[in-house]
């Protein structure tokens, strides 16, 4: 009877050990990580995407309701204009109803963008105020240069202005330029309304309305140099 050699009894034994080595390690391939799954885990539970879109959200709101002025509850605009009538003096009104607008419009010739402007107005929710003077040339205009609520006040400031650049050739044409400023109120709008105009030799004129009575509506057209 032939003995196999100690080599032999060796190499037989090393091979039955990495044959059993091999299948311990599929074993252990088959096994679900288990670090994967709390991986998505904790992302759901830290709440990663979820508080992005809260956020997001959030965040949107609070765009929306922010309506550009600076001030909650009002939301102010205003259009500039120019016409070839001739105006002698600056001019300031406070037109408090949808009448007091076609009155006004009634004596201007202007663009059909400023009569839109004037007609999409809620004068119950609005207060509207007209501002005129006169340029030397077609690059002058009316720049409005403050307009905001102040102590339950609607204040605006304007003045004439030059436009121009070295680069601008103006038209030596005598024209009247202006702007209708609008406030639209969330709730009930103010009734008190102070205006500054400066004019184009740099003159202030000013404007001050207190109520809707019928001696304040005269006092619009009163003007006090500064």
Known sequence: MTHPSRR???GSTAGLLALTAGCIADDDDDDPDPGSGSGDDDESENGGDVNGDENGTENGDEDDDDDGTGTDGVSIDDHQYQRSEISDEPSMEHLRSADDADNWLAERDVDDDLTEFLDETDFGESVLVALEG?????CYELAVERAELEDDTF???AAVVDESTPETACAEQEVTVGAVVRATFDDDPVTDVSVSLTDRDGKEHGMATASDSASDSASDSAEADA
């Open 155 to 157: 204040v605006v400031e």
């Open 134 to 138: 006169g340029g030397p040339n077609l």
């Open 8 to 10: 032999t009894l060796i």
